[in-house]
C-alpha cells in the first residue's frame, strides 16, 4: 500500500506538503504529511478499499496544498492566540492552528455535519489537540435549526436538506465562552455560500474587534460570487479587503 500511495502522490503534490509515512494507529491506519514545517496525521477505516483511501489521501493534499495555502498566505496567526475555523470539514486547517497557536492558545472549530465531525474528532485526537473546542453548529446570523445538506466536503445550508441541523452566530459563540471581540486574532472560512449570513452574524466581532480573514469566496448567490458582498461588507467596517488566489478564491480583509 505504502509504494502505490508513493506513486499516486507524485501526480498531487504541492510544495507547501510531502509524505511522510503510513502506519497503523490504534486499530486503524493514518499518514502523515507535513505542511510548512508541522506534522500533521490523517486516519482512515484499515478496512477501506484502496480506490476510497486514494480517493481521501488525494483529497487531504487537495486541502493542504491549495485551499490552506491561500488561507495563509496573508496572515499566521502565532502562539497564544484565540482562532476560529468556520467549516472544519474533517480537520486538516484545525489541526494546523492548533499547532500554529499552541497550548496557551485556543481553536474554535465549527462543524456541522454529523459525518464529518466524526472524522474532525478523530484526527483531533490522533494529533493530541487539546485546545480545540469542536462545536456541532452551523455558522450563521442567527439561532435556531436550519436545513442542512449533507455531502462530505461540499455539506451546506440548503432550503431543500434533508436534515435540520443547530445554527448560530460569531457573535453568540464567542459571548457564550467570554470570549471578546478583541480576544480574536484569525477566522478561517470555508461554508459553501452561508459565508454571507455568517459576517452578519459576527458583525460585532468584526467592528469592535481586528481579527485577520481568510474566506472562500467562490460560492454563488444568485448569480453573483460571494466575494463581491464580502468586499463591499467588510469594507463598509473598515477593512482593507483583497479576493485572490484562483485556485481557491479566497477573499483576505484585515484593519
Given amino acids: 500500500m505504502t509504494n502505490r500511495l508513493q506513486t499516486f502522490v507524485k501526480d498531487v503534490y504541492h510544495r507547501n506538503v510531502t509524505w511522510n509515512n503510513l502506519r497503523p494507529v490504534w486499530g486503524s491506519e493514518s499518514f502523515e504529511v507535513t505542511f510548512r514545517g508541522e506534522k500533521i496525521s490523517f486516519c482512515y477505516d484499515s478496512k477501506a478499499e484502496s480506490g476510497d483511501l486514494m480517493k481521501y489521501w488525494n483529497y487531504c493534499l487537495h486541502v493542504l496544498g491549495n485551499e490552506a495555502e491561500g488561507y495563509f498566505q496573508k496572515y ?9 475555523d468556520a467549516g472544519a470539514n474533517f480537520g486538516a486547517i484545525s489541526v494546523y492552528l492548533s499547532r500554529l497557536v499552541g497550548s496557551s492558545g485556543k481553536v474554535l472549530a465549527f462543524e456541522p ?24 453548529v452551523a455558522v450563521f446570523d442567527y439561532e435556531g435549526k436550519i436545513p442542512f445538506t449533507s455531502a462530505g466536503s461540499d455539506s451546506h445550508f440548503s432550503l431543500n436538506g434533508s436534515l435540520e441541523v443547530q445554527a448560530s452566530s460569531l457573535d453568540v459563540e464567542c459571548a457564550i465562552r467570554g470570549i471578546s471581540p478583541q480576544d480574536v486574532s484569525f477566522i478561517k472560512m470555508d ?30 448567490r444568485n448569480g453573483e460570487k460571494t466575494h463581491v458582498y464580502l468586499e463591499n461588507r467588510l469594507k463598509d467596517w473598515g477593512y482593507k479587503v483583497e479576493t485572490d488566489f484562483p485556485r481557491h478564491l479566497t477573499t483576505w480583509a484585515s484593519k
Avoid: F, M, Q
Wanted: glycine share 4%.
Fill in 191 to 220: 461554508i459553501e455560500g452561508a459565508e454571507i449570513e455568517a459576517i452578519e452574524g459576527a458583525k460585532r466581532l468584526l467592528i469592535r474587534g481586528k481579527p485577520h480573514l481568510a474566506i472562500a469566496s467562490y460560492h454563488e
Fill in 76 to 84: 499566521t496567526p502565532r502562539k497564544a492566540e484565540t482562532v476560529i
Fill in 113 to 136: 455535519d454529523p459525518a464529518n465531525r466524526l472524522t474532525l474528532n478523530r484526527n483531533l485526537k490522533l494529533n493530541n489537540c487539546t485546545n480545540v473546542e469542536v462545536l456541532d
